[in-house]
């Protein structure tokens, strides 16, 4: 019989949960309401979540087990592999939970939040519930030490899986400003390109028109120049009236390149190279792969060992969390270019620190006979089950 832990209990909200139930969120200098609902509104942060959080689940996931001598070995039958490389529960696979962990933590300042059902001393299932249901609170005494309620009832923390940001604020918090900005600046091109109302110019005339005149001008006006339907139409003048441009000011000048800015803000509190979500201003061939290698190690390293922290401490009992582990490959990020994996690979067998059949686990291949010697292929003479050479009497060693 598994428990269930949906008994509610009343308990004071935060004030962060509280602006989140009335859909609001924490006001900026722009003057814009920034939530996570809000900020996933703007282009550059939602692709700069779902970049993180599916990078972090799409990669392979295992559970191994720690030797004395420290060498880990894949665990497939333990009952949390199931779990993290396959059905996290019923209705959601391991893949959309570590995304939806990651996301939460990447959006929210409590974390990403999941809660672990054990049955018989084994986790049977894992349950992402809705932001705001699982509420971690912390130690008066500063130790931070967390208590976990779901409900409002209390839940022991080995039960709980609990991803948090960098600075216990998550980037969406700690960039308010710039989303708010960034915000406010797409609501401006919004208006200036959807009414087509900004003044390009006045028209002067040298005769006053009277209140009725001035309406039905602009009415006319209106109706041949306003709207993205009428741009770039030729404007008629009546009665000597006469056009004056307007100049742009330095600021609507470099409105673009602006929003470029915001944009590579927005990618500064996400740690994640801007290019990966779609600003490629400054992106060449020879920096791209950079900056993935970049990604992979100063943005995916440090959530995937977040995740691997929490994963750990929420699926193993104490008593064997020296023993087993849960890591996630980061070799799939290197298979992506087939050329640096072969140059690689090949390396690494000729200078003996892989034999042919390690590197073929690397590419998830099946072994073969005579491929656990360590031999560079490139000399004939270190050749696995290769005869001796003859001495041509010379003295020399033929091998060198």
Known sequence: MRWWPFRSERKALTDEQILELLGGGASTSSGISVSPDTALCVPAVAAAVRTISEACAALPCRVTQIADDGT??????????????????????????????????????QGGLAWVNWLRDAPVEVIRFRPGVI???????????????INGRPVPAQEIIHVRSTFDKCPVTLCREAIGTAIAMERHAARLFGRGARPGGIIRTAKGLGDQGVRKMLTGWRAAQEGADNAGKTAVLWDGAEWQPMTLSSVDAQFQQLRIFQIQEVCRAFNIPSILVGELSRATWSNSAEMQRLFLMLCLEPWLLALEGALRRALFRPEDRRAFAIRFERDDFSKVDLKVLATAISSLISSRVLNPNEARDWLDMPPYEAGNEFANPNTGASQPNQPDQPDDGDGDDDDA
């Open 72 to 109: 880990e070995t894949p665990v497939r039958s333990h009952p949390a592999q199931t779990l993290i490389c396959g059905e996290a529960n019923d209705w959601t696979s391991s893949f959309e939970l570590t995304r939806s962990l990651v996301a939460d933590a990447l959006t929210r300042d």
């Open 135 to 149: 509420t971690a609170d912390y130690d008066a005494d500063g130790s931070g030490r967390p208590t976990y309620r």
